[in-house]
């Protein structure tokens, strides 16, 4: 299947995933906030230019908040994501080109231990801009803090079982 057309067949399910299913389960407690979506930008490939990633982050984002009816939270956080998923990649990956050959990010890429730090990285800053948006507040640190770290543990989790159950096959780079 083409690249661009699985990455919309993504975009598409990503988000209804995240508004028909995950929006709707009764809150857990009030740190939980399930978010699986931001999964989409992780998933993207690595050669697509900064400028376009933010760009598809933002749009990625405003999509979200249209359907939840938030005024740009979503779209923030995936922005930011989006801008540092490059900085984060150049970081977790071997310098050297003709090492690495795979398209996108995915254990079978870049190795368990790098892609779940890769994860673990921009899923915190996904969830702490967005909480901080949300509460917008300074008083209580701790609800701050607690919900960051809880909100990031069950999205963590929710990437993992994913990953587990739609294992990727990665194809290689070609100098076609």
Same mark, same amino acid.
């Given at each position: ?13 990503? +988000?209804? $995933?995240? &508004?028909? +299913?995950? !929006? ?9 906030? =399930? ?10 490939? $690595?050669? /697509? ?16 908040? $249209? ?7 979503? #779209? #923030?956080?995936?922005?930011?994501? #989006? @801008?540092?998923?490059? $900085?984060? /990649?150049?970081?977790?990956?071997? *310098? ?6 795979? &398209?996108?990010? #995915? =254990?079978?890429?870049? %190795? ?5 730090? @890769?994860?673990? +990285?921009?899923?915190? &800053?996904? !969830?702490? @801009? ?8 300074? %008083? ?8 960051? &770290? ?10 993992? /079982?994913?990953? /587990? ?5 990665? *194809? ?5």
């Amino acid at each position: 299947m083409n690249e661009l057309v699985k990455n919309i067949i993504r975009f598409v399910v990503f +988000i209804l $995933f995240q &508004v028909f +299913i995950l !929006n709707k389960i009764p809150p857990l407690h009030q740190f939980i906030s =399930p978010y699986l979506y931001f999964l989409f930008l992780l998933w993207l490939p $690595f050669r /697509i230019p900064r400028l376009s990633l933010t760009l598809t982050g933002f749009i990625f984002g405003l999509s979200l908040d $249209f359907f939840t009816k938030t005024p740009g939270l979503h #779209a #923030a956080a995936c922005t930011l994501m #989006a @801008y540092m998923r490059p $900085f984060i /990649i150049n970081i977790l990956i071997p *310098k050297d080109e003709s090492d690495f050959n795979y &398209v996108a990010p #995915a =254990p079978s890429s870049m %190795g368990w231990s790098p892609y779940i730090v @890769y994860i673990l +990285i921009l899923t915190f &800053v996904h !969830n702490t @801009y967005l909480v901080f948006l949300e509460w917008m507040q300074f %008083g209580n640190f701790g609800y701050f803090l607690g919900k960051v &770290v809880a909100t990031t543990g069950v999205s963590f989790l929710l990437i993992s /079982i994913t990953e /587990i159950l739609f294992y990727r096959k990665q *194809k290689f780079r070609t100098n076609i």
